[in-house]
């Protein structure tokens, strides 16, 4: 199948306006998650809130049914919440830490991530253990498995940083967490619509995920798939007339299922949204979204090697659409406004966001590209050259 990007483009509103490398930090939204997200807002304004969620019950629930289909669940082991952190949160802080716990992570690990790692070791005297990466970068299998024993309680780990272009091999650590017994948490934030993911394959226990990046749904919306055995261990940290019904007066019950996460007070407008992102997305195709993606980023890799003082910094045998350089003598917050001038849009990763990695390395910031299917050759040609004069010229 070869892909329509013409059409891919055209209903890109953004396309018209800017060059868009920032996929990673929110991606453009296609028309239809936009129509459906100022539908519902209309609808709000025009015969109330609750009616309208009312009105848009059936909608709603189908949403459980599109990310049920991304990751090959079942829609009650979906819980949407407003961001990835969150949901990463309402799991992690589910699980009963005691002291001399093991918690195992990986060098990428995201920077919300390992503060909610350090507070809840300094409140439990559960212990952070990072497992070394193996000769491409990635976390290394060998050192997971010998690291293994009866005090591990929870491996947790980044699939894609938010600071490159490795992939952590999750269905690898998902085998070693299976056969171990070990509750495994996955941080899908940035492979999510990026490349096929498929909870039963990976092996995971709970993953979290968010909704404007490479899903391209709106932003302030995520979610969290909760495997159904887990589910029903776990209590989350905070509860609401949602997450549990108030039975009798000295009484509640949880939810059944993992819908337990949720809030009960929620946008419905971008709740929607995401919905229609995923179908979208799932529209497209994933496999075919990951081919083009997979070749866009070597073109951008290959070309920005050509422009003289960058360096590429991207991990991992497999690389993403995150594309990570420095140039040499060059600050990266300087190279990102002057693309901004031009319409151009990267970001900058710092040093706060991915430490354990950043450190190890000796970098403080690098400038992030990140591509989307959307994007074109015609684009990465023009931000190469527009690059290299901005440096250069
Ligand atoms: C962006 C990101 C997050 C946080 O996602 P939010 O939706 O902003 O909470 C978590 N992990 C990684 C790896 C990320 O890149």
Redesign the pocket.
């Known amino acids: 199948m070869t892909f329509d990007i013409l059409y891919a483009r055209h209903e890109t509103p953004g396309c018209k306006n800017v060059l868009h490398f920032n996929n990673?930090g929110a991606a453009l939204m296609p028309k239809p998650v936009l129509e459906s997200v100022i539908g519902h807002l209309q609808m709000e304004a025009e015969i109330g809130g609750s009616e309208a969620a009312q009105y848009s019950h059936d909608v709603v629930e189908r949403v459980y049914d599109s990310v049920a289909m991304l990751i090959n669940c079942d829609r009650d082991e979906i819980a949407i919440i407003e961001?990835?952190?969150r949901a990463w949160d309402m799991a992690f802080y589910s699980i009963p830490f005691c002291p001399g716990d093991r918690i195992l992570t990986s060098m990428a690990e995201?920077a919300?991530n390992y503060v909610a790692f350090l507070q809840v070791a300094r409140k439990t005297g559960a212990v952070i253990e990072v497992v070394p990466n193996d000769e491409h970068g990635q976390i290394s299998i060998t050192a997971l498995c010998n690291a293994i024993d009866d005090d591990v309680k929870l491996i947790a780990i980044?699939h894609v940083?938010?600071n490159g272009g490795l992939v952590n091999p999750a269905a690898a650590v998902g085998k070693v967490a299976r056969e171990a017994g070990i509750l495994y948490l996955l941080?899908a934030?940035?492979s999510i619509g990026q490349m096929p993911i498929d909870v039963n394959v990976i092996g995971c226990d709970f993953l979290s995920a968010?909704g404007r990046?490479y899903l391209r749904g709106p932003r302030g919306t995520?979610f969290l798939y909760a495997k159904r055995d887990s589910t029903e261990q776990f209590e989350p940290p905070l509860l609401d007339r949602h997450a549990a019904q108030w039975v009798a007066k000295d009484r509640y019950e949880l939810l059944p299922n993992a819908r337990r996460f949720e809030n009960w007070e929620t946008n419905y407008a971008t709740k929607i949204g995401l919905g229609v992102a995923i179908d979208y997305t799932l529209k497209w195709g994933i496999k075919p979204i990951w081919s083009r993606i997979l070749a866009l980023s070597t073109s951008l890799r290959t070309q920005l090697a050509d422009i003289k003082g960058v360096k590429l910094w991207d991990l991992g045998v497999e690389q993403c659409g995150i594309i990570s350089f420095t140039v040499e003598g060059k600050i990266s917050r300087d190279i990102l406004q002057k693309l901004f001038q031009q319409n151009i849009n990267v970001s900058v990763s710092t040093l706060k966001s991915t430490r354990l990695d950043m450190e190890v390395r000796g970098l403080t910031e690098l400038v992030r590209a990140s591509v989307h299917y959307y994007n074109s050759e015609e684009e990465i040609e023009l931000f190469c050259a527009k690059l290299s004069s901005i440096l250069w010229d």
């Open positions: 990673a961001n990835a952190t995201y919300s980044t940083p938010t941080d934030c940035q968010t990046k995520g």
